[in-house]
């Protein structure tokens, strides 16, 4: 089945280093892969997303880039500030059952000024 | 704001009632979708529909579990005789469904927090 793995965190960074969060997956054919944040007590927002291999998805300085050949989906800004610390969930979903999503366990992300 | 939005935010019951859980979808999307979380874990996935059709359900959704989605718009999950493992968030998201594609952004709610004590 499909399944997402995530590093373990929590990640503690200094304000405007470098983040990589890394993310590899299982999947039979071709999913389409994302990362969602959830901040303190709220749900998940999309943050990015790629639907083909060698695709990058990108939004608010963050970057990730879908990998078919490593199955990986890693995560990276290249400089974090205080009010990216959130959990970050990488996910996948198929075009079989209904595009749910399968979620990895959560990165959780605390910069520190 | 034209978000999921999802009724109420907050529950606490005691154990052995019923709860049940409104969620408000995205007003074109046709997919609506269930997910349970827990403390320090990734959404899990419950139960999905297009349309009014429950199309999918996981092993996760017990027989105490039961999930609506009577005139393709909102839908309602109610758990019955409530036990303190049930005590969780459980989020509602929606999609607009494409054929054969998998990228399609799904929109999630902010969840309701469920306390079984």
């Known amino acids: 089945g499909n399944s997402v793995t995530q590093m373990e965190g929590p990640v503690t960074l200094s304000e405007e280093a470098f983040l990589t969060i890394n993310c590899t997956y299982t999947?039979?054919?071709?999913?389409?892969l994302f990362w969602y944040v959830q901040y303190p007590g709220e749900g998940l927002q999309l943050l990015l997303k790629?639907?083909?291999?060698?695709d990058k998805g990108s939004n608010k300085g963050f970057e990730a880039t879908y990998r078919k050949e490593t199955t990986s989906f890693h995560l990276e800004k290249g400089s974090v500030q205080v009010s990216d610390s959130a959990v970050y969930f990488c996910?996948?979903?198929?075009?079989?059952?209904?595009?749910?999503?399968?979620f990895g366990t959560g990165t959780q992300l605390k910069v520190e000024l | 704001d034209t978000g999921v939005s999802q009724d109420p935010r907050h529950k606490i019951t005691k154990r052995g009632q019923n709860v049940t859980f409104r969620c408000d979808p995205i007003s074109e999307h046709n997919r609506l979708y269930w997910y349970r979380q827990t403390l320090g874990q990734g959404p899990e996935f419950l139960t999905y529909?297009?349309?009014?059709?429950?199309?999918?359900k996981s092993r996760l959704l017990s027989d105490r579990f039961s999930a609506e989605r009577p005139k393709g718009s909102f839908s309602t999950l109610e758990i019955q005789r409530t036990e303190q493992g049930d005590s969780a968030m459980y989020l509602c998201?929606?999609?607009?469904?494409?054929?054969?594609?998998?990228?399609?952004?799904?929109?999630f709610g902010e969840g309701s927090w469920l306390t079984v004590v």
């Open positions: 999947a039979t054919g071709y999913p389409s």
């Open positions: 790629a639907t083909k291999a060698d």
């Open positions: 529909f297009q349309n009014e059709a429950q199309l999918e």
């Open positions: 996910a996948l979903s198929h075009t079989g059952g209904g595009n749910k999503l399968t």
């Open positions: 998201a929606s999609s607009s469904a494409g054929p054969g594609y998998s990228g399609n952004t799904i929109y």
